[in-house]
């Protein structure tokens, strides 16, 4: 069975790269269907620009011989007929076919003519030109905000991914740094945060924990018997305590607590609590401490919080 912690980062790392993929293959996918419509502007309106410019240069033409001026404009106009999509188009080029011959001839009235309808021809282009140019322009505008909210799904999926990663992996992971650090500073009643990670962490930091209470202090295996009794004493009446209830040393900090005391000291707020009960015992208490006691003929001072 593989390991939560691997599933996990495996899972994680997976679903960005699974995001990056959509949104290359999104912005390729939606750049291809740009290419349709530029096509499209080009197929459908460039090429009977181009068909009305060549009869237009033919008619004001005078130098070629009349035959080829005329294979030449049936052409152009046949290429410019076979691109016409509406009535009033073809209408247009139906004037503009029973006037050519004689405009080609030279007859001023058939050349006027099919100077019109061919301006006509030209303006329906035109604006069929700007229709397409719109259609594109919105499409071009749809899919950039797809890349966006594309783009903007794999900032939010990375987020969560981090945040996952922080929570179930590297903050257990710093937590136990912090208590080991605590431990090798005299602070003996630190705990590692073992609610928290995945489930192999998890385990590790109740071990780890377990360890700790079992070794309240690096020099325990050295006491004296009495030492050791003296210790159990005190934490027995401190276990009486409905609050949680800590004995704070003049020098050495705290040195015994209760289970509930110690639960508090394991949380985000420990620091902030070690603070307070460090205070209150010169005199100044903090919010969260409610009683000090002086212990009679030590240097010690029992301190009491507010329970949650």
């Given at each position: ?5 691997n ?19 999104g ?8 290419a ?5 502007i ?8 181009e ?18 001026r ?8 046949e290429r ?9 188009e ?19 009235k ?8 061919l ?8 604006k ?10 919105n ?17 939010i ?41 995945v ?36 934490i027995h ?8 209830a ?37 005199g ?25």
């Amino acid at each position: 069975m593989a390991m939560e912690i691997n599933r996990d980062i495996r899972l994680s790392i997976g679903t960005l790269l699974a995001f990056q993929l959509a949104i290359s293959f999104g912005a390729i996918g939606l750049l291809d269907r740009m290419a349709p419509a530029i096509h499209h502007i080009v197929e459908q309106n460039i090429v009977p620009m181009e068909s009305i410019q060549d009869m237009l240069s033919i008619l004001a033409s005078s130098n070629e011989p009349v035959e080829k001026r005329k294979k030449e404009f049936t052409i152009a106009l046949e290429r410019l007929r076979t691109k016409a999509t509406q009535r009033s188009e073809i209408r247009a080029m139906d004037r503009v076919l029973s006037n050519h011959e004689a405009a080609i001839w030279g007859d001023p009235k058939a050349q006027q003519e099919a100077v019109v309808s061919l301006r006509e021809l030209a303006k329906f282009n035109q604006k069929a030109m700007a229709r397409a140019d719109e259609r594109a322009r919105n499409l071009g505008t749809a899919a950039s905000w797809a890349i966006v909210f594309l783009g903007f799904s794999g900032f939010i999926a990375g987020l969560f991914v981090l945040r996952r990663l922080l929570t179930r992996v590297a903050e257990p992971v710093a937590s136990l740094s912090e208590t080991l650090r605590a431990w090798r500073k005299g602070d003996f009643l630190r705990r590692c945060k073992s609610h928290e990670g995945v489930l192999e962490l998890r385990n590790a930091l109740a071990i780890i924990n377990e360890l700790l209470d079992e070794h309240l202090a690096p020099s325990s295996r050295s006491r004296s018997p009495e030492n050791t009794q003296d210790k159990a004493v005190v934490i027995h009446f401190l276990e009486q305590n409905p609050q949680p209830a800590f004995v704070v040393h003049e020098k050495q900090g705290i040195v015994a607590a209760n289970s509930k005391g110690i639960a508090l000291l394991s949380r985000n707020e420990g620091a902030s609590l070690r603070q307070d009960l460090m205070r209150a015992k010169n005199g100044a208490p903090g919010t969260s401490v409610t009683s000090v006691t002086q212990i009679k003929n030590s240097e010690n001072w029992l301190c009491t919080v507010k329970a949650e």
